[in-house]
């Protein structure tokens, strides 16, 4: 099937304009059909639904555009193609699409740690090959913004893929314990658990 997505937005934030919608719909259901049956409307709408989600999950997981760029593709890809198993039943697709975005981040992890020990210089590197240019006005906002996306990059994989599911992705507990294969309780305490590092982290009273 024939597609062409649209630009994507780059610049990952933490605001109430990324919320959206937790629930799937039947209306949504519907037109991934068509999408899927090659609706190329249907397709370009899904896209621009969910794109900037997904790709600001991959970006706060590898921390490199070109990657999360990547990751992105791939999830609708994977989803457009027909190589999907989507069922509203189980969650949104927002949730469902977060779920391949994760596998496809770890893959994309696992390839680079071949070569590579220390994924804090992953990060490090990537965060720097990929800043932005931006002006004077707007850098002191963007550092303070850049402290906190490396900080939540450095936490425990456990910890920071229920944070950035639950905080920045607006997934609820229950869709976050399914996409990383925990109980409810248990993503709950790791959320808890995941703020206080991160707060330590901040405070530079962490390493």
């Known amino acids: 099937m024939a597609f ?5 937005e780059k610049m990952p934030a933490f605001d109430a304009a990324a919320r959206r919608s937790a629930g799937g719909t039947s209306d949504e259901t519907q037109e ?3 999408a899927i049956s090659g609706d190329a409307a249907a397709a370009s709408a899904i896209f621009r639904r969910h794109h900037g989600a997904i790709y600001r999950f991959a970006w706060l997981i590898t921390g490199s555009e070109t990657q999360a ?3 992105t593709q791939d999830v609708f890809v994977e989803l457009l193609c027909g190589r999907s198993n989507y069922r509203p ?3 949104s697709l927002a949730a469902y699409l977060c779920g391949i975005a994760r596998h496809c981040c770890y893959r994309t992890v696992d390839r680079r740690m071949q070569s590579v020990d220390d994924w804090d210089v992953v990060v490090e590197t990537h965060a720097q090959h990929d800043a932005p240019s931006l002006p004077l006005d707007q850098l002191e906002r963007s550092r303070s913004m850049e402290t906190l996306y490396s900080a939540i990059r450095k936490l425990p994989p456990p910890f920071r893929d229920v944070l950035v599911l639950v905080e920045p992705q607006q997934l609820s507990y229950a869709e976050t314990a399914a996409i ?3 109980e409810l309780g248990t993503a709950r ?3 808890s658990r995941a703020k206080d590092r991160l707060v330590q982290m901040l405070n530079g009273t962490t390493e």
Not at 4 to 8: I, R
């Open 69 to 71: 760029d990547d990751v």
């Open 180 to 182: 990383t294969g925990i």
């Open 89 to 91: 039943a189980y969650g």
């Open 189 to 191: 305490s790791r959320l």
């Open 4 to 8: 062409d997505p649209p630009a994507c």
């Open 32 to 34: 991934l059909q068509r």
